[in-house]
């Protein structure tokens, strides 16, 4: 129940705006987050925000991106600016039940950062 969106091609120093989209969920009882998965690389962790707003990011990521969410509208968004060539992935939404052992995946999408 996790669709994305806003995936593209971007040059280096641009800018991207994903977007996920939850439904069949109680949105405000999961974490939200963005995991991202190079060619040959396993998944990582992006970001995260809590339904309290509180986030956590990647290293690799901080000062760049930022993650939101829109609680009335059951939508996460990672905010990516500055980007690299190293921010080449497939970019996955993640919903993290609070109190059961439930997650979702959503079907990825692809971020391309090249000249």
């Known amino acids: 129940p996790l669709v994305e969106s806003g995936g593209g091609l971007v040059q280096p120093g641009g800018s991207l705006r994903l977007s996920c989209a939850a439904s069949?969920?109680?949105?405000?009882?999961?974490?939200m987050g963005w995991y991202r998965q190079a060619p040959g690389k396993q998944r990582e962790l992006v970001a995260t925000v809590t339904s309290g707003i509180s986030t956590n990011y990647a290293d690799s990521v901080k000062g760049r991106f930022t993650i939101s969410r829109d609680n009335a509208k059951n939508t996460v968004y990672l905010q990516m600016n500055s980007l690299k060539p190293e921010d080449t992935a497939v970019y996955y939404c993640?919903?993290?039940?609070?109190?059961?052992?439930?997650?979702?995946w959503g079907q990825g999408t692809q971020v391309t950062v090249s000249s």
């Open positions: 069949r969920m109680i949105f405000s009882t999961y974490v």
């Open positions: 993640n919903a993290r039940a609070i109190y059961t052992p439930t997650q979702y």
